[in-house]
Protein backbone atom coordinates (compact mmCIF):
# COMPACT_ATOMS: atom_id res chain seq x y z
CA UNK A 1 0.00 0.00 0.00
CA UNK A 2 1.36 3.41 -0.90
CA UNK A 3 1.18 6.06 1.88
CA UNK A 4 -1.04 9.21 1.03
CA UNK A 5 1.00 11.56 2.88
CA UNK A 6 4.74 10.25 3.79
CA UNK A 7 5.42 13.49 6.18
CA UNK A 8 5.33 17.31 6.10
CA UNK A 9 8.98 17.43 7.53
CA UNK A 10 11.30 18.50 5.09
CA UNK A 11 14.76 16.07 4.47
CA UNK A 12 16.73 18.47 6.78
CA UNK A 13 14.16 18.32 9.87
CA UNK A 14 13.92 14.60 9.26
CA UNK A 15 17.87 13.97 9.40
CA UNK A 16 18.01 16.23 12.49
CA UNK A 17 16.59 13.85 14.72
CA UNK A 18 18.96 10.67 15.41
CA UNK A 19 15.95 8.28 15.99
CA UNK A 20 16.46 5.85 18.81
CA UNK A 21 16.77 2.13 18.13
CA UNK A 22 15.54 2.69 14.33
CA UNK A 23 16.81 2.07 11.08
CA UNK A 24 17.62 5.77 10.12
CA UNK A 25 18.17 5.41 7.09
CA UNK A 26 15.38 3.62 5.88
CA UNK A 27 13.16 5.33 8.06
CA UNK A 28 13.95 8.67 6.66
CA UNK A 29 13.00 7.34 2.98
CA UNK A 30 9.49 6.03 4.36
CA UNK A 31 8.99 7.94 7.69
CA UNK A 32 5.65 6.26 9.56
CA UNK A 33 4.76 9.33 11.46
CA UNK A 34 1.98 8.72 13.94
CA UNK A 35 0.19 11.87 14.95
CA UNK A 36 -2.13 10.91 17.41
CA UNK A 37 -3.59 7.84 19.24
CA UNK A 38 -6.84 6.79 21.25
CA UNK A 39 -7.68 3.74 22.95
CA UNK A 40 -6.38 0.95 21.19
CA UNK A 41 -5.26 2.74 18.10
CA UNK A 42 -3.28 5.12 16.70
CA UNK A 43 -3.94 7.53 13.91
CA UNK A 44 -1.11 8.59 10.96
CA UNK A 45 -0.28 11.03 8.70
CA UNK A 46 -3.14 9.46 6.06
CA UNK A 47 -5.59 9.41 8.69
CA UNK A 48 -5.16 5.37 9.15
CA UNK A 49 -6.29 3.84 12.07
CA UNK A 50 -3.52 1.86 13.26
CA UNK A 51 -3.94 -1.13 16.21
CA UNK A 52 -1.34 -0.74 18.85
CA UNK A 53 -0.49 -4.47 18.96
CA UNK A 54 2.67 -3.93 20.97
CA UNK A 55 0.95 -1.31 23.75
CA UNK A 56 3.27 1.11 22.60
CA UNK A 57 6.74 -0.61 23.55
CA UNK A 58 5.45 -2.62 26.20
CA UNK A 59 3.94 0.67 28.22
CA UNK A 60 0.41 1.40 27.52
CA UNK A 61 -1.41 -1.56 28.31
CA UNK A 62 -4.27 0.60 29.26
CA UNK A 63 -4.78 1.58 25.48
CA UNK A 64 -4.12 6.22 24.88
CA UNK A 65 -5.31 8.90 26.29
CA UNK A 66 -6.64 7.31 29.04
CA UNK A 67 -9.27 10.21 30.64
CA UNK A 68 -7.85 9.98 34.19
CA UNK A 69 -4.52 9.71 33.21
CA UNK A 70 -4.62 13.18 31.17
CA UNK A 71 -6.84 14.93 34.02
CA UNK A 72 -4.43 14.25 36.75
CA UNK A 73 -1.68 14.89 34.57
CA UNK A 74 -2.59 18.10 33.43
CA UNK A 75 -4.12 19.04 36.93
CA UNK A 76 -0.76 18.24 38.39
CA UNK A 77 1.15 20.29 35.58
CA UNK A 78 -0.79 23.57 36.91
CA UNK A 79 -0.25 22.93 41.05
CA UNK A 80 3.24 21.68 40.92
CA UNK A 81 5.11 21.15 37.86
CA UNK A 82 8.76 20.25 39.37
CA UNK A 83 9.54 19.56 42.46
CA UNK A 84 13.68 19.65 43.43
CA UNK A 85 14.50 15.30 43.90
CA UNK A 86 16.89 16.18 46.99
CA UNK A 87 16.23 16.93 49.86
CA UNK A 88 12.75 17.91 50.10
CA UNK A 89 9.30 16.45 49.11
CA UNK A 90 6.37 16.33 47.56
CA UNK A 91 3.34 14.10 48.60
CA UNK A 92 2.29 12.17 45.83
CA UNK A 93 6.02 10.45 45.56
CA UNK A 94 5.23 8.63 49.50
CA UNK A 95 1.09 7.87 48.08
CA UNK A 96 2.77 6.46 44.82
CA UNK A 97 5.54 4.49 46.10
CA UNK A 98 2.82 2.98 48.81
CA UNK A 99 0.26 1.89 45.96
CA UNK A 100 3.12 0.50 43.93
CA UNK A 101 4.46 -1.70 47.07
CA UNK A 102 0.78 -2.94 46.78
CA UNK A 103 1.30 -4.59 43.55
CA UNK A 104 4.98 -5.96 44.56
CA UNK A 105 5.47 -9.03 46.64
CA UNK A 106 5.22 -8.94 50.12
CA UNK A 107 8.43 -7.88 51.42
CA UNK A 108 9.54 -5.58 48.82
CA UNK A 109 8.24 -2.47 49.87
CA UNK A 110 11.41 -0.08 49.57
CA UNK A 111 10.74 1.98 46.50
CA UNK A 112 13.66 4.18 44.95
CA UNK A 113 12.41 6.33 41.65
CA UNK A 114 14.02 6.69 38.50
CA UNK A 115 13.17 8.04 35.42
CA UNK A 116 13.21 4.75 33.34
CA UNK A 117 14.02 1.17 32.71
CA UNK A 118 17.54 1.93 31.90
CA UNK A 119 17.72 4.13 35.22
CA UNK A 120 16.51 1.19 37.50
CA UNK A 121 18.63 -1.20 36.31
CA UNK A 122 21.63 1.02 37.25
CA UNK A 123 20.03 1.93 40.34
CA UNK A 124 19.43 -2.01 41.47
CA UNK A 125 22.87 -3.00 40.45
CA UNK A 126 24.93 -0.09 42.47
CA UNK A 127 22.58 -0.51 45.06
CA UNK A 128 23.37 -4.39 45.22
CA UNK A 129 27.18 -3.46 45.37
CA UNK A 130 26.92 -1.31 47.53
CA UNK A 131 24.80 -3.41 50.04
CA UNK A 132 27.79 -6.02 50.21
CA UNK A 133 29.79 -2.91 50.92
CA UNK A 134 28.13 -2.13 53.22
CA UNK A 135 27.88 -5.66 54.94
CA UNK A 136 31.52 -5.85 54.89
CA UNK A 137 31.77 -7.58 51.35
CA UNK A 138 33.59 -4.96 49.41
CA UNK A 139 34.72 -7.74 46.55
CA UNK A 140 30.92 -8.77 45.50
CA UNK A 141 31.16 -6.60 42.51
CA UNK A 142 30.87 -8.67 39.54
CA UNK A 143 27.46 -9.03 37.84
CA UNK A 144 25.51 -12.28 36.23
CA UNK A 145 22.88 -11.39 33.45
CA UNK A 146 21.69 -13.88 30.91
CA UNK A 147 22.31 -14.72 26.77
CA UNK A 148 19.49 -12.64 25.12
CA UNK A 149 18.64 -10.85 28.03
CA UNK A 150 17.63 -6.94 27.66
CA UNK A 151 18.54 -4.21 30.69
CA UNK A 152 18.32 -1.02 29.18
CA UNK A 153 20.51 1.28 27.25
CA UNK A 154 22.91 2.16 29.75
CA UNK A 155 26.47 0.97 30.40
CA UNK A 156 25.21 -0.86 33.32
CA UNK A 157 22.27 -2.57 31.32
CA UNK A 158 24.23 -3.71 28.03
CA UNK A 159 26.85 -5.22 30.22
CA UNK A 160 24.52 -7.71 32.24
CA UNK A 161 22.30 -7.64 28.74
CA UNK A 162 22.68 -10.36 26.62
CA UNK A 163 21.91 -9.42 22.85
CA UNK A 164 24.86 -9.31 21.03
CA UNK A 165 23.90 -6.87 18.57
CA UNK A 166 22.97 -4.35 21.53
CA UNK A 167 26.60 -5.01 22.58
CA UNK A 168 29.54 -5.58 20.02
CA UNK A 169 29.77 -1.72 18.96
CA UNK A 170 30.62 -0.16 22.68
CA UNK A 171 33.86 -2.20 23.98
CA UNK A 172 34.45 -3.37 27.78
CA UNK A 173 31.48 -3.27 30.04
CA UNK A 174 30.88 -3.77 33.23
CA UNK A 175 32.21 -7.20 34.51
CA UNK A 176 29.74 -9.32 33.82
CA UNK A 177 29.09 -13.01 32.96
CA UNK A 178 25.64 -14.68 31.65
CA UNK A 179 23.87 -17.81 31.93
CA UNK A 180 22.50 -19.54 28.92
CA UNK A 181 18.96 -18.72 27.57
CA UNK A 182 16.33 -20.81 27.95
CA UNK A 183 15.23 -21.42 24.63
CA UNK A 184 15.96 -25.33 24.78
CA UNK A 185 15.74 -27.29 21.49
CA UNK A 186 12.19 -29.52 22.32
CA UNK A 187 10.44 -26.62 23.90
CA UNK A 188 9.13 -25.11 20.64
CA UNK A 189 5.64 -24.16 20.74
CA UNK A 190 4.87 -24.85 24.23
CA UNK A 191 2.03 -22.67 25.71
CA UNK A 192 3.05 -20.78 28.36
CA UNK A 193 5.85 -22.32 30.35
CA UNK A 194 7.82 -24.83 28.90
CA UNK A 195 8.75 -28.52 30.93
CA UNK A 196 11.91 -28.79 29.96
CA UNK A 197 15.11 -26.19 30.41
CA UNK A 198 15.61 -25.66 33.94
CA UNK A 199 18.38 -27.32 34.30
CA UNK A 200 19.67 -24.49 32.67
CA UNK A 201 19.76 -22.64 35.96
CA UNK A 202 22.61 -25.13 36.79
CA UNK A 203 24.55 -22.92 35.15
CA UNK A 204 24.53 -20.14 37.43
CA UNK A 205 26.80 -22.77 39.77
CA UNK A 206 29.20 -23.09 37.13
CA UNK A 207 29.97 -19.21 37.14
CA UNK A 208 30.03 -19.29 40.70
CA UNK A 209 32.63 -21.94 40.58
CA UNK A 210 34.47 -20.03 38.08
CA UNK A 211 34.23 -16.66 39.35
CA UNK A 212 33.42 -17.21 43.32
CA UNK A 213 30.65 -16.25 45.08
CA UNK A 214 32.76 -13.83 47.07
CA UNK A 215 33.11 -11.61 44.05
CA UNK A 216 29.62 -11.91 42.66
CA UNK A 217 27.30 -9.04 43.88
CA UNK A 218 23.86 -10.10 41.63
CA UNK A 219 22.23 -11.85 39.16
CA UNK A 220 19.66 -10.38 37.16
CA UNK A 221 17.32 -11.64 34.19
CA UNK A 222 13.53 -10.56 33.71
CA UNK A 223 11.74 -12.74 34.62
CA UNK A 224 9.71 -13.16 31.36
CA UNK A 225 12.38 -11.78 28.83
CA UNK A 226 10.92 -9.22 26.10
CA UNK A 227 13.34 -7.80 23.55
CA UNK A 228 15.48 -11.15 23.82
CA UNK A 229 12.27 -12.76 21.86
CA UNK A 230 9.41 -12.99 24.52
CA UNK A 231 10.85 -16.28 26.34
CA UNK A 232 8.73 -17.62 29.11
CA UNK A 233 10.65 -19.12 31.94
CA UNK A 234 10.45 -22.84 32.01
CA UNK A 235 8.70 -24.24 34.96
CA UNK A 236 11.15 -24.48 37.92
CA UNK A 237 14.03 -22.67 36.65
CA UNK A 238 13.62 -19.03 38.71
CA UNK A 239 13.00 -21.70 41.61
CA UNK A 240 16.23 -22.85 41.11
CA UNK A 241 17.83 -19.68 40.48
CA UNK A 242 16.57 -18.61 43.93
CA UNK A 243 17.47 -21.29 45.68
CA UNK A 244 21.23 -21.29 44.51
CA UNK A 245 21.27 -17.39 44.98
CA UNK A 246 20.22 -18.19 48.85
CA UNK A 247 23.15 -20.59 49.45
CA UNK A 248 25.61 -18.70 47.90
CA UNK A 249 24.67 -15.04 49.24
CA UNK A 250 24.20 -13.43 46.29
CA UNK A 251 21.23 -11.13 45.26
CA UNK A 252 18.56 -12.09 42.73
CA UNK A 253 17.35 -8.84 41.07
CA UNK A 254 14.32 -9.23 38.65
CA UNK A 255 14.05 -7.08 35.71
CA UNK A 256 10.15 -6.05 35.44
CA UNK A 257 10.53 -3.10 33.67
CA UNK A 258 7.88 -5.14 31.02
CA UNK A 259 6.24 -7.92 33.67
CA UNK A 260 5.53 -5.53 36.02
CA UNK A 261 1.93 -4.45 36.32
CA UNK A 262 -0.63 -6.56 34.54
CA UNK A 263 1.07 -7.99 31.33
CA UNK A 264 1.88 -11.41 32.96
CA UNK A 265 -2.22 -11.70 33.95
CA UNK A 266 -0.36 -11.17 37.51
CA UNK A 267 0.34 -7.81 39.53
CA UNK A 268 4.17 -9.18 38.58
CA UNK A 269 5.86 -11.49 36.76
CA UNK A 270 7.52 -12.65 40.22
CA UNK A 271 3.59 -13.36 40.97
CA UNK A 272 2.93 -14.73 37.76
CA UNK A 273 5.87 -17.53 38.36
CA UNK A 274 5.62 -17.75 42.11
CA UNK A 275 9.40 -16.88 42.82
CA UNK A 276 10.32 -13.83 45.07
CA UNK A 277 13.59 -11.80 43.82
CA UNK A 278 15.20 -9.25 46.35
CA UNK A 279 15.14 -6.39 44.41
CA UNK A 280 12.64 -5.46 41.29
CA UNK A 281 13.37 -3.30 38.08
CA UNK A 282 10.42 -1.32 36.92
CA UNK A 283 9.42 1.61 34.56
CA UNK A 284 6.91 1.56 31.25
CA UNK A 285 3.31 0.78 32.43
CA UNK A 286 3.96 2.24 35.74
CA UNK A 287 3.18 5.55 34.35
CA UNK A 288 1.37 3.99 31.13
CA UNK A 289 3.51 5.21 29.01
CA UNK A 290 2.20 8.90 29.53
CA UNK A 291 5.50 10.32 31.38
CA UNK A 292 9.28 8.82 31.74
CA UNK A 293 9.10 6.79 35.16
CA UNK A 294 10.92 4.14 36.61
CA UNK A 295 11.32 2.49 40.00
CA UNK A 296 12.79 -0.11 42.14
CA UNK A 297 11.33 -2.21 44.85
CA UNK A 298 14.03 -3.05 47.46
CA UNK A 299 13.24 -5.67 49.99
CA UNK A 300 13.17 -4.10 53.64
CA UNK A 301 16.13 -5.65 55.34
CA UNK A 302 18.50 -4.02 52.18
CA UNK A 303 16.99 -0.46 52.72
CA UNK A 304 17.24 -1.07 56.40
CA UNK A 305 21.16 -1.90 56.07
CA UNK A 306 21.85 1.71 54.68
CA UNK A 307 19.44 2.94 57.21
CA UNK A 308 21.58 1.56 60.00
CA UNK A 309 24.54 3.31 59.36
CA UNK A 310 25.81 4.86 62.20
CA UNK A 311 26.04 8.41 61.06
CA UNK A 312 24.68 11.20 61.59
CA UNK A 313 20.93 11.39 60.35
CA UNK A 314 21.62 14.72 58.00
CA UNK A 315 24.22 12.45 56.36
CA UNK A 316 23.29 10.88 52.90
CA UNK A 317 22.73 7.23 53.01
CA UNK A 318 23.27 6.44 49.74
CA UNK A 319 25.15 8.78 47.23
CA UNK A 320 22.63 8.20 44.27
CA UNK A 321 19.68 9.45 42.55
CA UNK A 322 18.50 11.46 39.79
CA UNK A 323 17.14 14.95 38.83
CA UNK A 324 13.92 13.41 38.11
CA UNK A 325 13.43 10.91 40.64
CA UNK A 326 9.91 10.90 41.94
CA UNK A 327 9.19 13.66 39.23
CA UNK A 328 5.32 15.29 40.43
CA UNK A 329 4.20 14.57 36.90
CA UNK A 330 5.08 11.06 36.70
CA UNK A 331 3.77 10.58 39.91
CA UNK A 332 0.49 12.45 39.40
CA UNK A 333 0.45 9.67 36.25
CA UNK A 334 1.21 6.84 38.07
CA UNK A 335 -0.85 7.01 40.49
CA UNK A 336 -3.41 7.54 37.75
CA UNK A 337 -2.26 4.69 35.83
CA UNK A 338 -2.02 2.04 38.54
CA UNK A 339 -5.84 3.19 40.25
CA UNK A 340 -6.92 2.81 36.71
CA UNK A 341 -5.50 -0.67 36.37
CA UNK A 342 -7.38 -1.49 39.97
CA UNK A 343 -10.53 -0.10 38.79
CA UNK A 344 -11.14 -1.61 35.13
CA UNK A 345 -10.16 -5.05 37.35
CA UNK A 346 -7.71 -5.03 34.58
CA UNK A 347 -5.23 -8.07 35.96
CA UNK A 348 -7.83 -10.79 36.25
CA UNK A 349 -9.09 -9.79 32.92
CA UNK A 350 -5.98 -10.35 31.68
CA UNK A 351 -5.79 -13.86 33.38
CA UNK A 352 -9.15 -14.97 31.73
CA UNK A 353 -8.48 -13.48 28.54
CA UNK A 354 -5.21 -15.31 27.93
CA UNK A 355 -6.08 -19.03 27.35
CA UNK A 356 -8.30 -17.28 24.41
CA UNK A 357 -4.88 -15.31 22.92
CA UNK A 358 -3.09 -18.40 23.16
CA UNK A 359 -5.40 -20.41 20.91
CA UNK A 360 -5.25 -17.17 18.75
CA UNK A 361 -1.33 -16.95 18.57
CA UNK A 362 -0.93 -20.61 17.77
CA UNK A 363 -3.00 -20.93 14.99
CA UNK A 364 -0.62 -19.00 13.21
CA UNK A 365 1.82 -22.29 13.27
CA UNK A 366 -0.19 -24.34 10.74
CA UNK A 367 -0.35 -22.72 7.44
CA UNK A 368 3.21 -21.24 8.43
CA UNK A 369 6.27 -23.11 7.97
CA UNK A 370 8.43 -20.02 8.20
CA UNK A 371 7.75 -19.71 11.58
CA UNK A 372 9.84 -21.93 14.28
CA UNK A 373 8.80 -21.52 17.56
CA UNK A 374 5.55 -19.08 19.16
CA UNK A 375 5.42 -18.40 22.95
CA UNK A 376 2.83 -16.49 24.97
CA UNK A 377 2.46 -16.04 28.47
CA UNK A 378 -0.63 -13.26 29.84
CA UNK A 379 -1.55 -10.84 26.66
CA UNK A 380 2.23 -11.59 25.38
CA UNK A 381 3.70 -13.53 22.41
CA UNK A 382 6.91 -14.07 20.23
CA UNK A 383 6.63 -15.69 16.88
CA UNK A 384 9.95 -16.60 15.83
CA UNK A 385 11.05 -16.78 11.98
CA UNK A 386 13.14 -18.81 10.03
CA UNK A 387 16.50 -16.59 8.93
CA UNK A 388 16.34 -15.58 4.71
CA UNK A 389 19.30 -15.10 3.54
CA UNK A 390 21.32 -15.52 6.47
CA UNK A 391 20.05 -12.51 8.16
CA UNK A 392 17.69 -13.24 11.05
CA UNK A 393 15.93 -9.75 11.32
CA UNK A 394 15.19 -9.61 7.71
CA UNK A 395 11.53 -11.50 7.67
CA UNK A 396 10.66 -9.86 10.21
CA UNK A 397 11.19 -6.10 9.55
CA UNK A 398 9.03 -6.79 6.50
CA UNK A 399 6.58 -8.41 8.46
CA UNK A 400 6.68 -5.63 10.58
CA UNK A 401 6.42 -3.12 7.76
CA UNK A 402 3.42 -4.81 6.19
CA UNK A 403 1.56 -5.11 9.24
CA UNK A 404 1.98 -1.22 9.31
CA UNK A 405 0.76 -0.79 6.02
CA UNK A 406 -2.53 -3.21 6.88
CA UNK A 407 -2.85 -0.90 9.75
CA UNK A 408 -1.20 -2.88 12.63
CA UNK A 409 1.58 -1.91 14.77
CA UNK A 410 3.79 -4.83 15.90
CA UNK A 411 7.61 -4.88 16.87
CA UNK A 412 10.49 -7.05 16.09
CA UNK A 413 13.87 -8.33 18.04
CA UNK A 414 15.91 -10.01 16.00
CA UNK A 415 14.61 -13.16 14.37
CA UNK A 416 11.24 -12.35 16.37
CA UNK A 417 7.90 -10.79 16.10
CA UNK A 418 6.90 -9.18 19.72
CA UNK A 419 3.04 -8.81 20.50
CA UNK A 420 1.67 -7.30 23.16
CA UNK A 421 -1.85 -6.09 23.41
CA UNK A 422 -3.26 -3.64 25.75
CA UNK A 423 -5.09 -5.34 28.60
CA UNK A 424 -8.59 -4.24 27.85
CA UNK A 425 -7.99 -6.20 23.97
CA UNK A 426 -11.26 -7.97 22.75
CA UNK A 427 -11.19 -11.52 21.05
CA UNK A 428 -12.66 -10.21 17.35
CA UNK A 429 -9.48 -7.51 17.48
CA UNK A 430 -7.05 -10.33 18.36
CA UNK A 431 -8.63 -12.03 15.72
CA UNK A 432 -7.91 -9.48 12.88
CA UNK A 433 -4.50 -8.84 14.27
CA UNK A 434 -3.74 -12.45 14.20
CA UNK A 435 -5.30 -12.70 10.60
CA UNK A 436 -3.25 -9.83 9.39
CA UNK A 437 -0.36 -11.35 10.39
CA UNK A 438 -0.97 -14.41 9.03
CA UNK A 439 -1.37 -12.75 5.52
CA UNK A 440 2.03 -10.95 6.12
CA UNK A 441 3.50 -14.13 6.63
CA UNK A 442 2.14 -15.98 3.47
CA UNK A 443 3.73 -13.20 2.00
CA UNK A 444 6.94 -13.92 2.63
CA UNK A 445 6.20 -17.10 0.47
CA UNK A 446 5.13 -15.33 -2.32
N1 LIG B 1 14.72 -3.63 31.07
C1 LIG B 1 13.84 -4.25 30.29
C2 LIG B 1 13.44 -5.65 30.62
C3 LIG B 1 13.27 -3.60 29.19
O1 LIG B 1 12.39 -4.24 28.40
C4 LIG B 1 13.65 -2.26 28.94
C5 LIG B 1 13.06 -1.48 27.77
N2 LIG B 1 12.57 -2.20 26.72
C6 LIG B 1 14.59 -1.66 29.79
C7 LIG B 1 15.10 -2.36 30.83
C8 LIG B 1 15.03 -0.26 29.54
O2 LIG B 1 14.04 0.65 29.78
P1 LIG B 1 14.15 2.13 29.18
O3 LIG B 1 14.13 2.02 27.71
O4 LIG B 1 12.96 2.82 29.79
O5 LIG B 1 15.43 2.72 29.69
Redesign the pocket.
Known sequence: MSHIVKSRLTQAQLDAHWMAYTGNRQFKKDPRIIVSAEGRYYTDLDGRKIFDGLSG??TCGLGHSVPSINEAVANQVKTLDYSPAFQFGHEKSFLLAEKISEFMPSGLNRIFFTG????S?DTALKVARAYWRKKGMGTKTKFIGRAKG????GIS?FSVGGIPANRTLYGQGLESYHLPHTQVPGSEFSKGMADIGKERADELLNLITMHDASNIAAVIV?PMS??GGVIIPPKGYLQRLREICDQHNILLIF?E??TAFGRMGAQTGSEAFGVIPDAI?M??QVTNGVIPM?AVAFKQEIYDTFMDNGGPDYMLEIPHGYTYSAHPIACAAGLASLEEIKQQNLIARVKDMSPVWENCVHQLRDANPIITDIRNYGFAAGITIAPVDGEPSKRPFQIAMSMWDKGYYVRYGADTIQLAPPFATEKAEMDSLINALGDSLQEQNQ
Open positions: LWSGSEVYHGAGEGSDVITAKG
